[in-house]
Antibody
């Protein structure tokens, strides 16, 4: 069974870098065929797609975040990571990692991890 | 890119049918058959319920169905059950930034 699990600090100071890791089990990231994504949910607001990575390292980011975001993959550990630089309170959100199966559907998600950036 | 518009809440009695709408534009919902629906329970991972407008993943009850007309997609839950309570989000591919857009979310309450 495919499972995704986010991990990382729950509190990040303003101007610092938010770093999260998603550990994948039940499927090998290097098997290909899927895009591994980060999606965040701001408190009281909607969901926002952050970006995705393919096992080859090919990435695609939300243009509104592109200048501050890096997604990387470690196939040896079967995990992928998210870095968001120069964070502000606006980056406070529940961060999910998810697998994109088809053209635009995310079939497996982690439970999410709350990251708070104090104002 | 604006979020897709969903009603804030929908309710129904057990056994009834309810429909959740998801309104976008020609650049997203209306332009592509790539609309998905997700169910979210507190503390749990979102669950894919419908993909590509009307397809159900394996294991999802056939009480859930999806459709689309113009710029509006819909999720119908038939034979409403207590376990269907939760938040539901639609999503669509979009030809404009940022590639994927989500709905504002709908809270489903079983009376």
């Amino acid at each position: 069974q495919v499972q995704l699990q986010e991990s990382g600090p729950g509190l990040v100071k303003p101007s610092q870098t938010l770093s999260l890791t998603c550990t994948v089990s039940g499927v090998s990231i290097s098997s290909g065929g899927y895009y591994w994504s980060w999606i965040r949910h701001h408190p009281g607001k909607g969901l926002e797609w952050v970006g995705y990575i393919y096992y080859t390292g090919t990435t695609y980011y939300n243009p509104s975040l592109k200048s501050r975001v890096t997604i990387s993959v470690d196939t040896s550990k079967n995990e992928f990571s998210l870095n968001v630089r120069s964070v502000t309170a606006a980056d406070t959100a529940l961060y999910y990692c998810a697998r994109r199966k088809g053209y635009a559907d995310f079939d497996y998600w982690g439970q999410g991890t709350l990251v708070t950036v104090p104002s | 890119q604006s979020a897709l518009t969903q009603p804030a809440s929908v309710s129904g009695s057990p056994g009834q049918s309810i429909t959740i709408s998801c309104t976008g534009t020609r650049s997203d919902v209306g332009g592509f058959n790539y609309v998905s629906w997700y169910q979210k329970h507190p503390g749990k991972a979102p669950k894919l319920m419908i993909y590509d407008v009307s397809n159900r993943p394996s294991g999802v009850s056939n009480r859930f169905s999806g459709s689309k007309s113009g710029n509006t997609a819909s999720l119908t839950i038939s034979g409403l059950q207590a376990e269907d309570e939760g938040d539901y989000y639609c999503s669509s591919y979009t030809s404009s930034s940022p590639l994927y857009v989500f709905g504002t979310g709908t809270k489903v309450t079983v009376l």
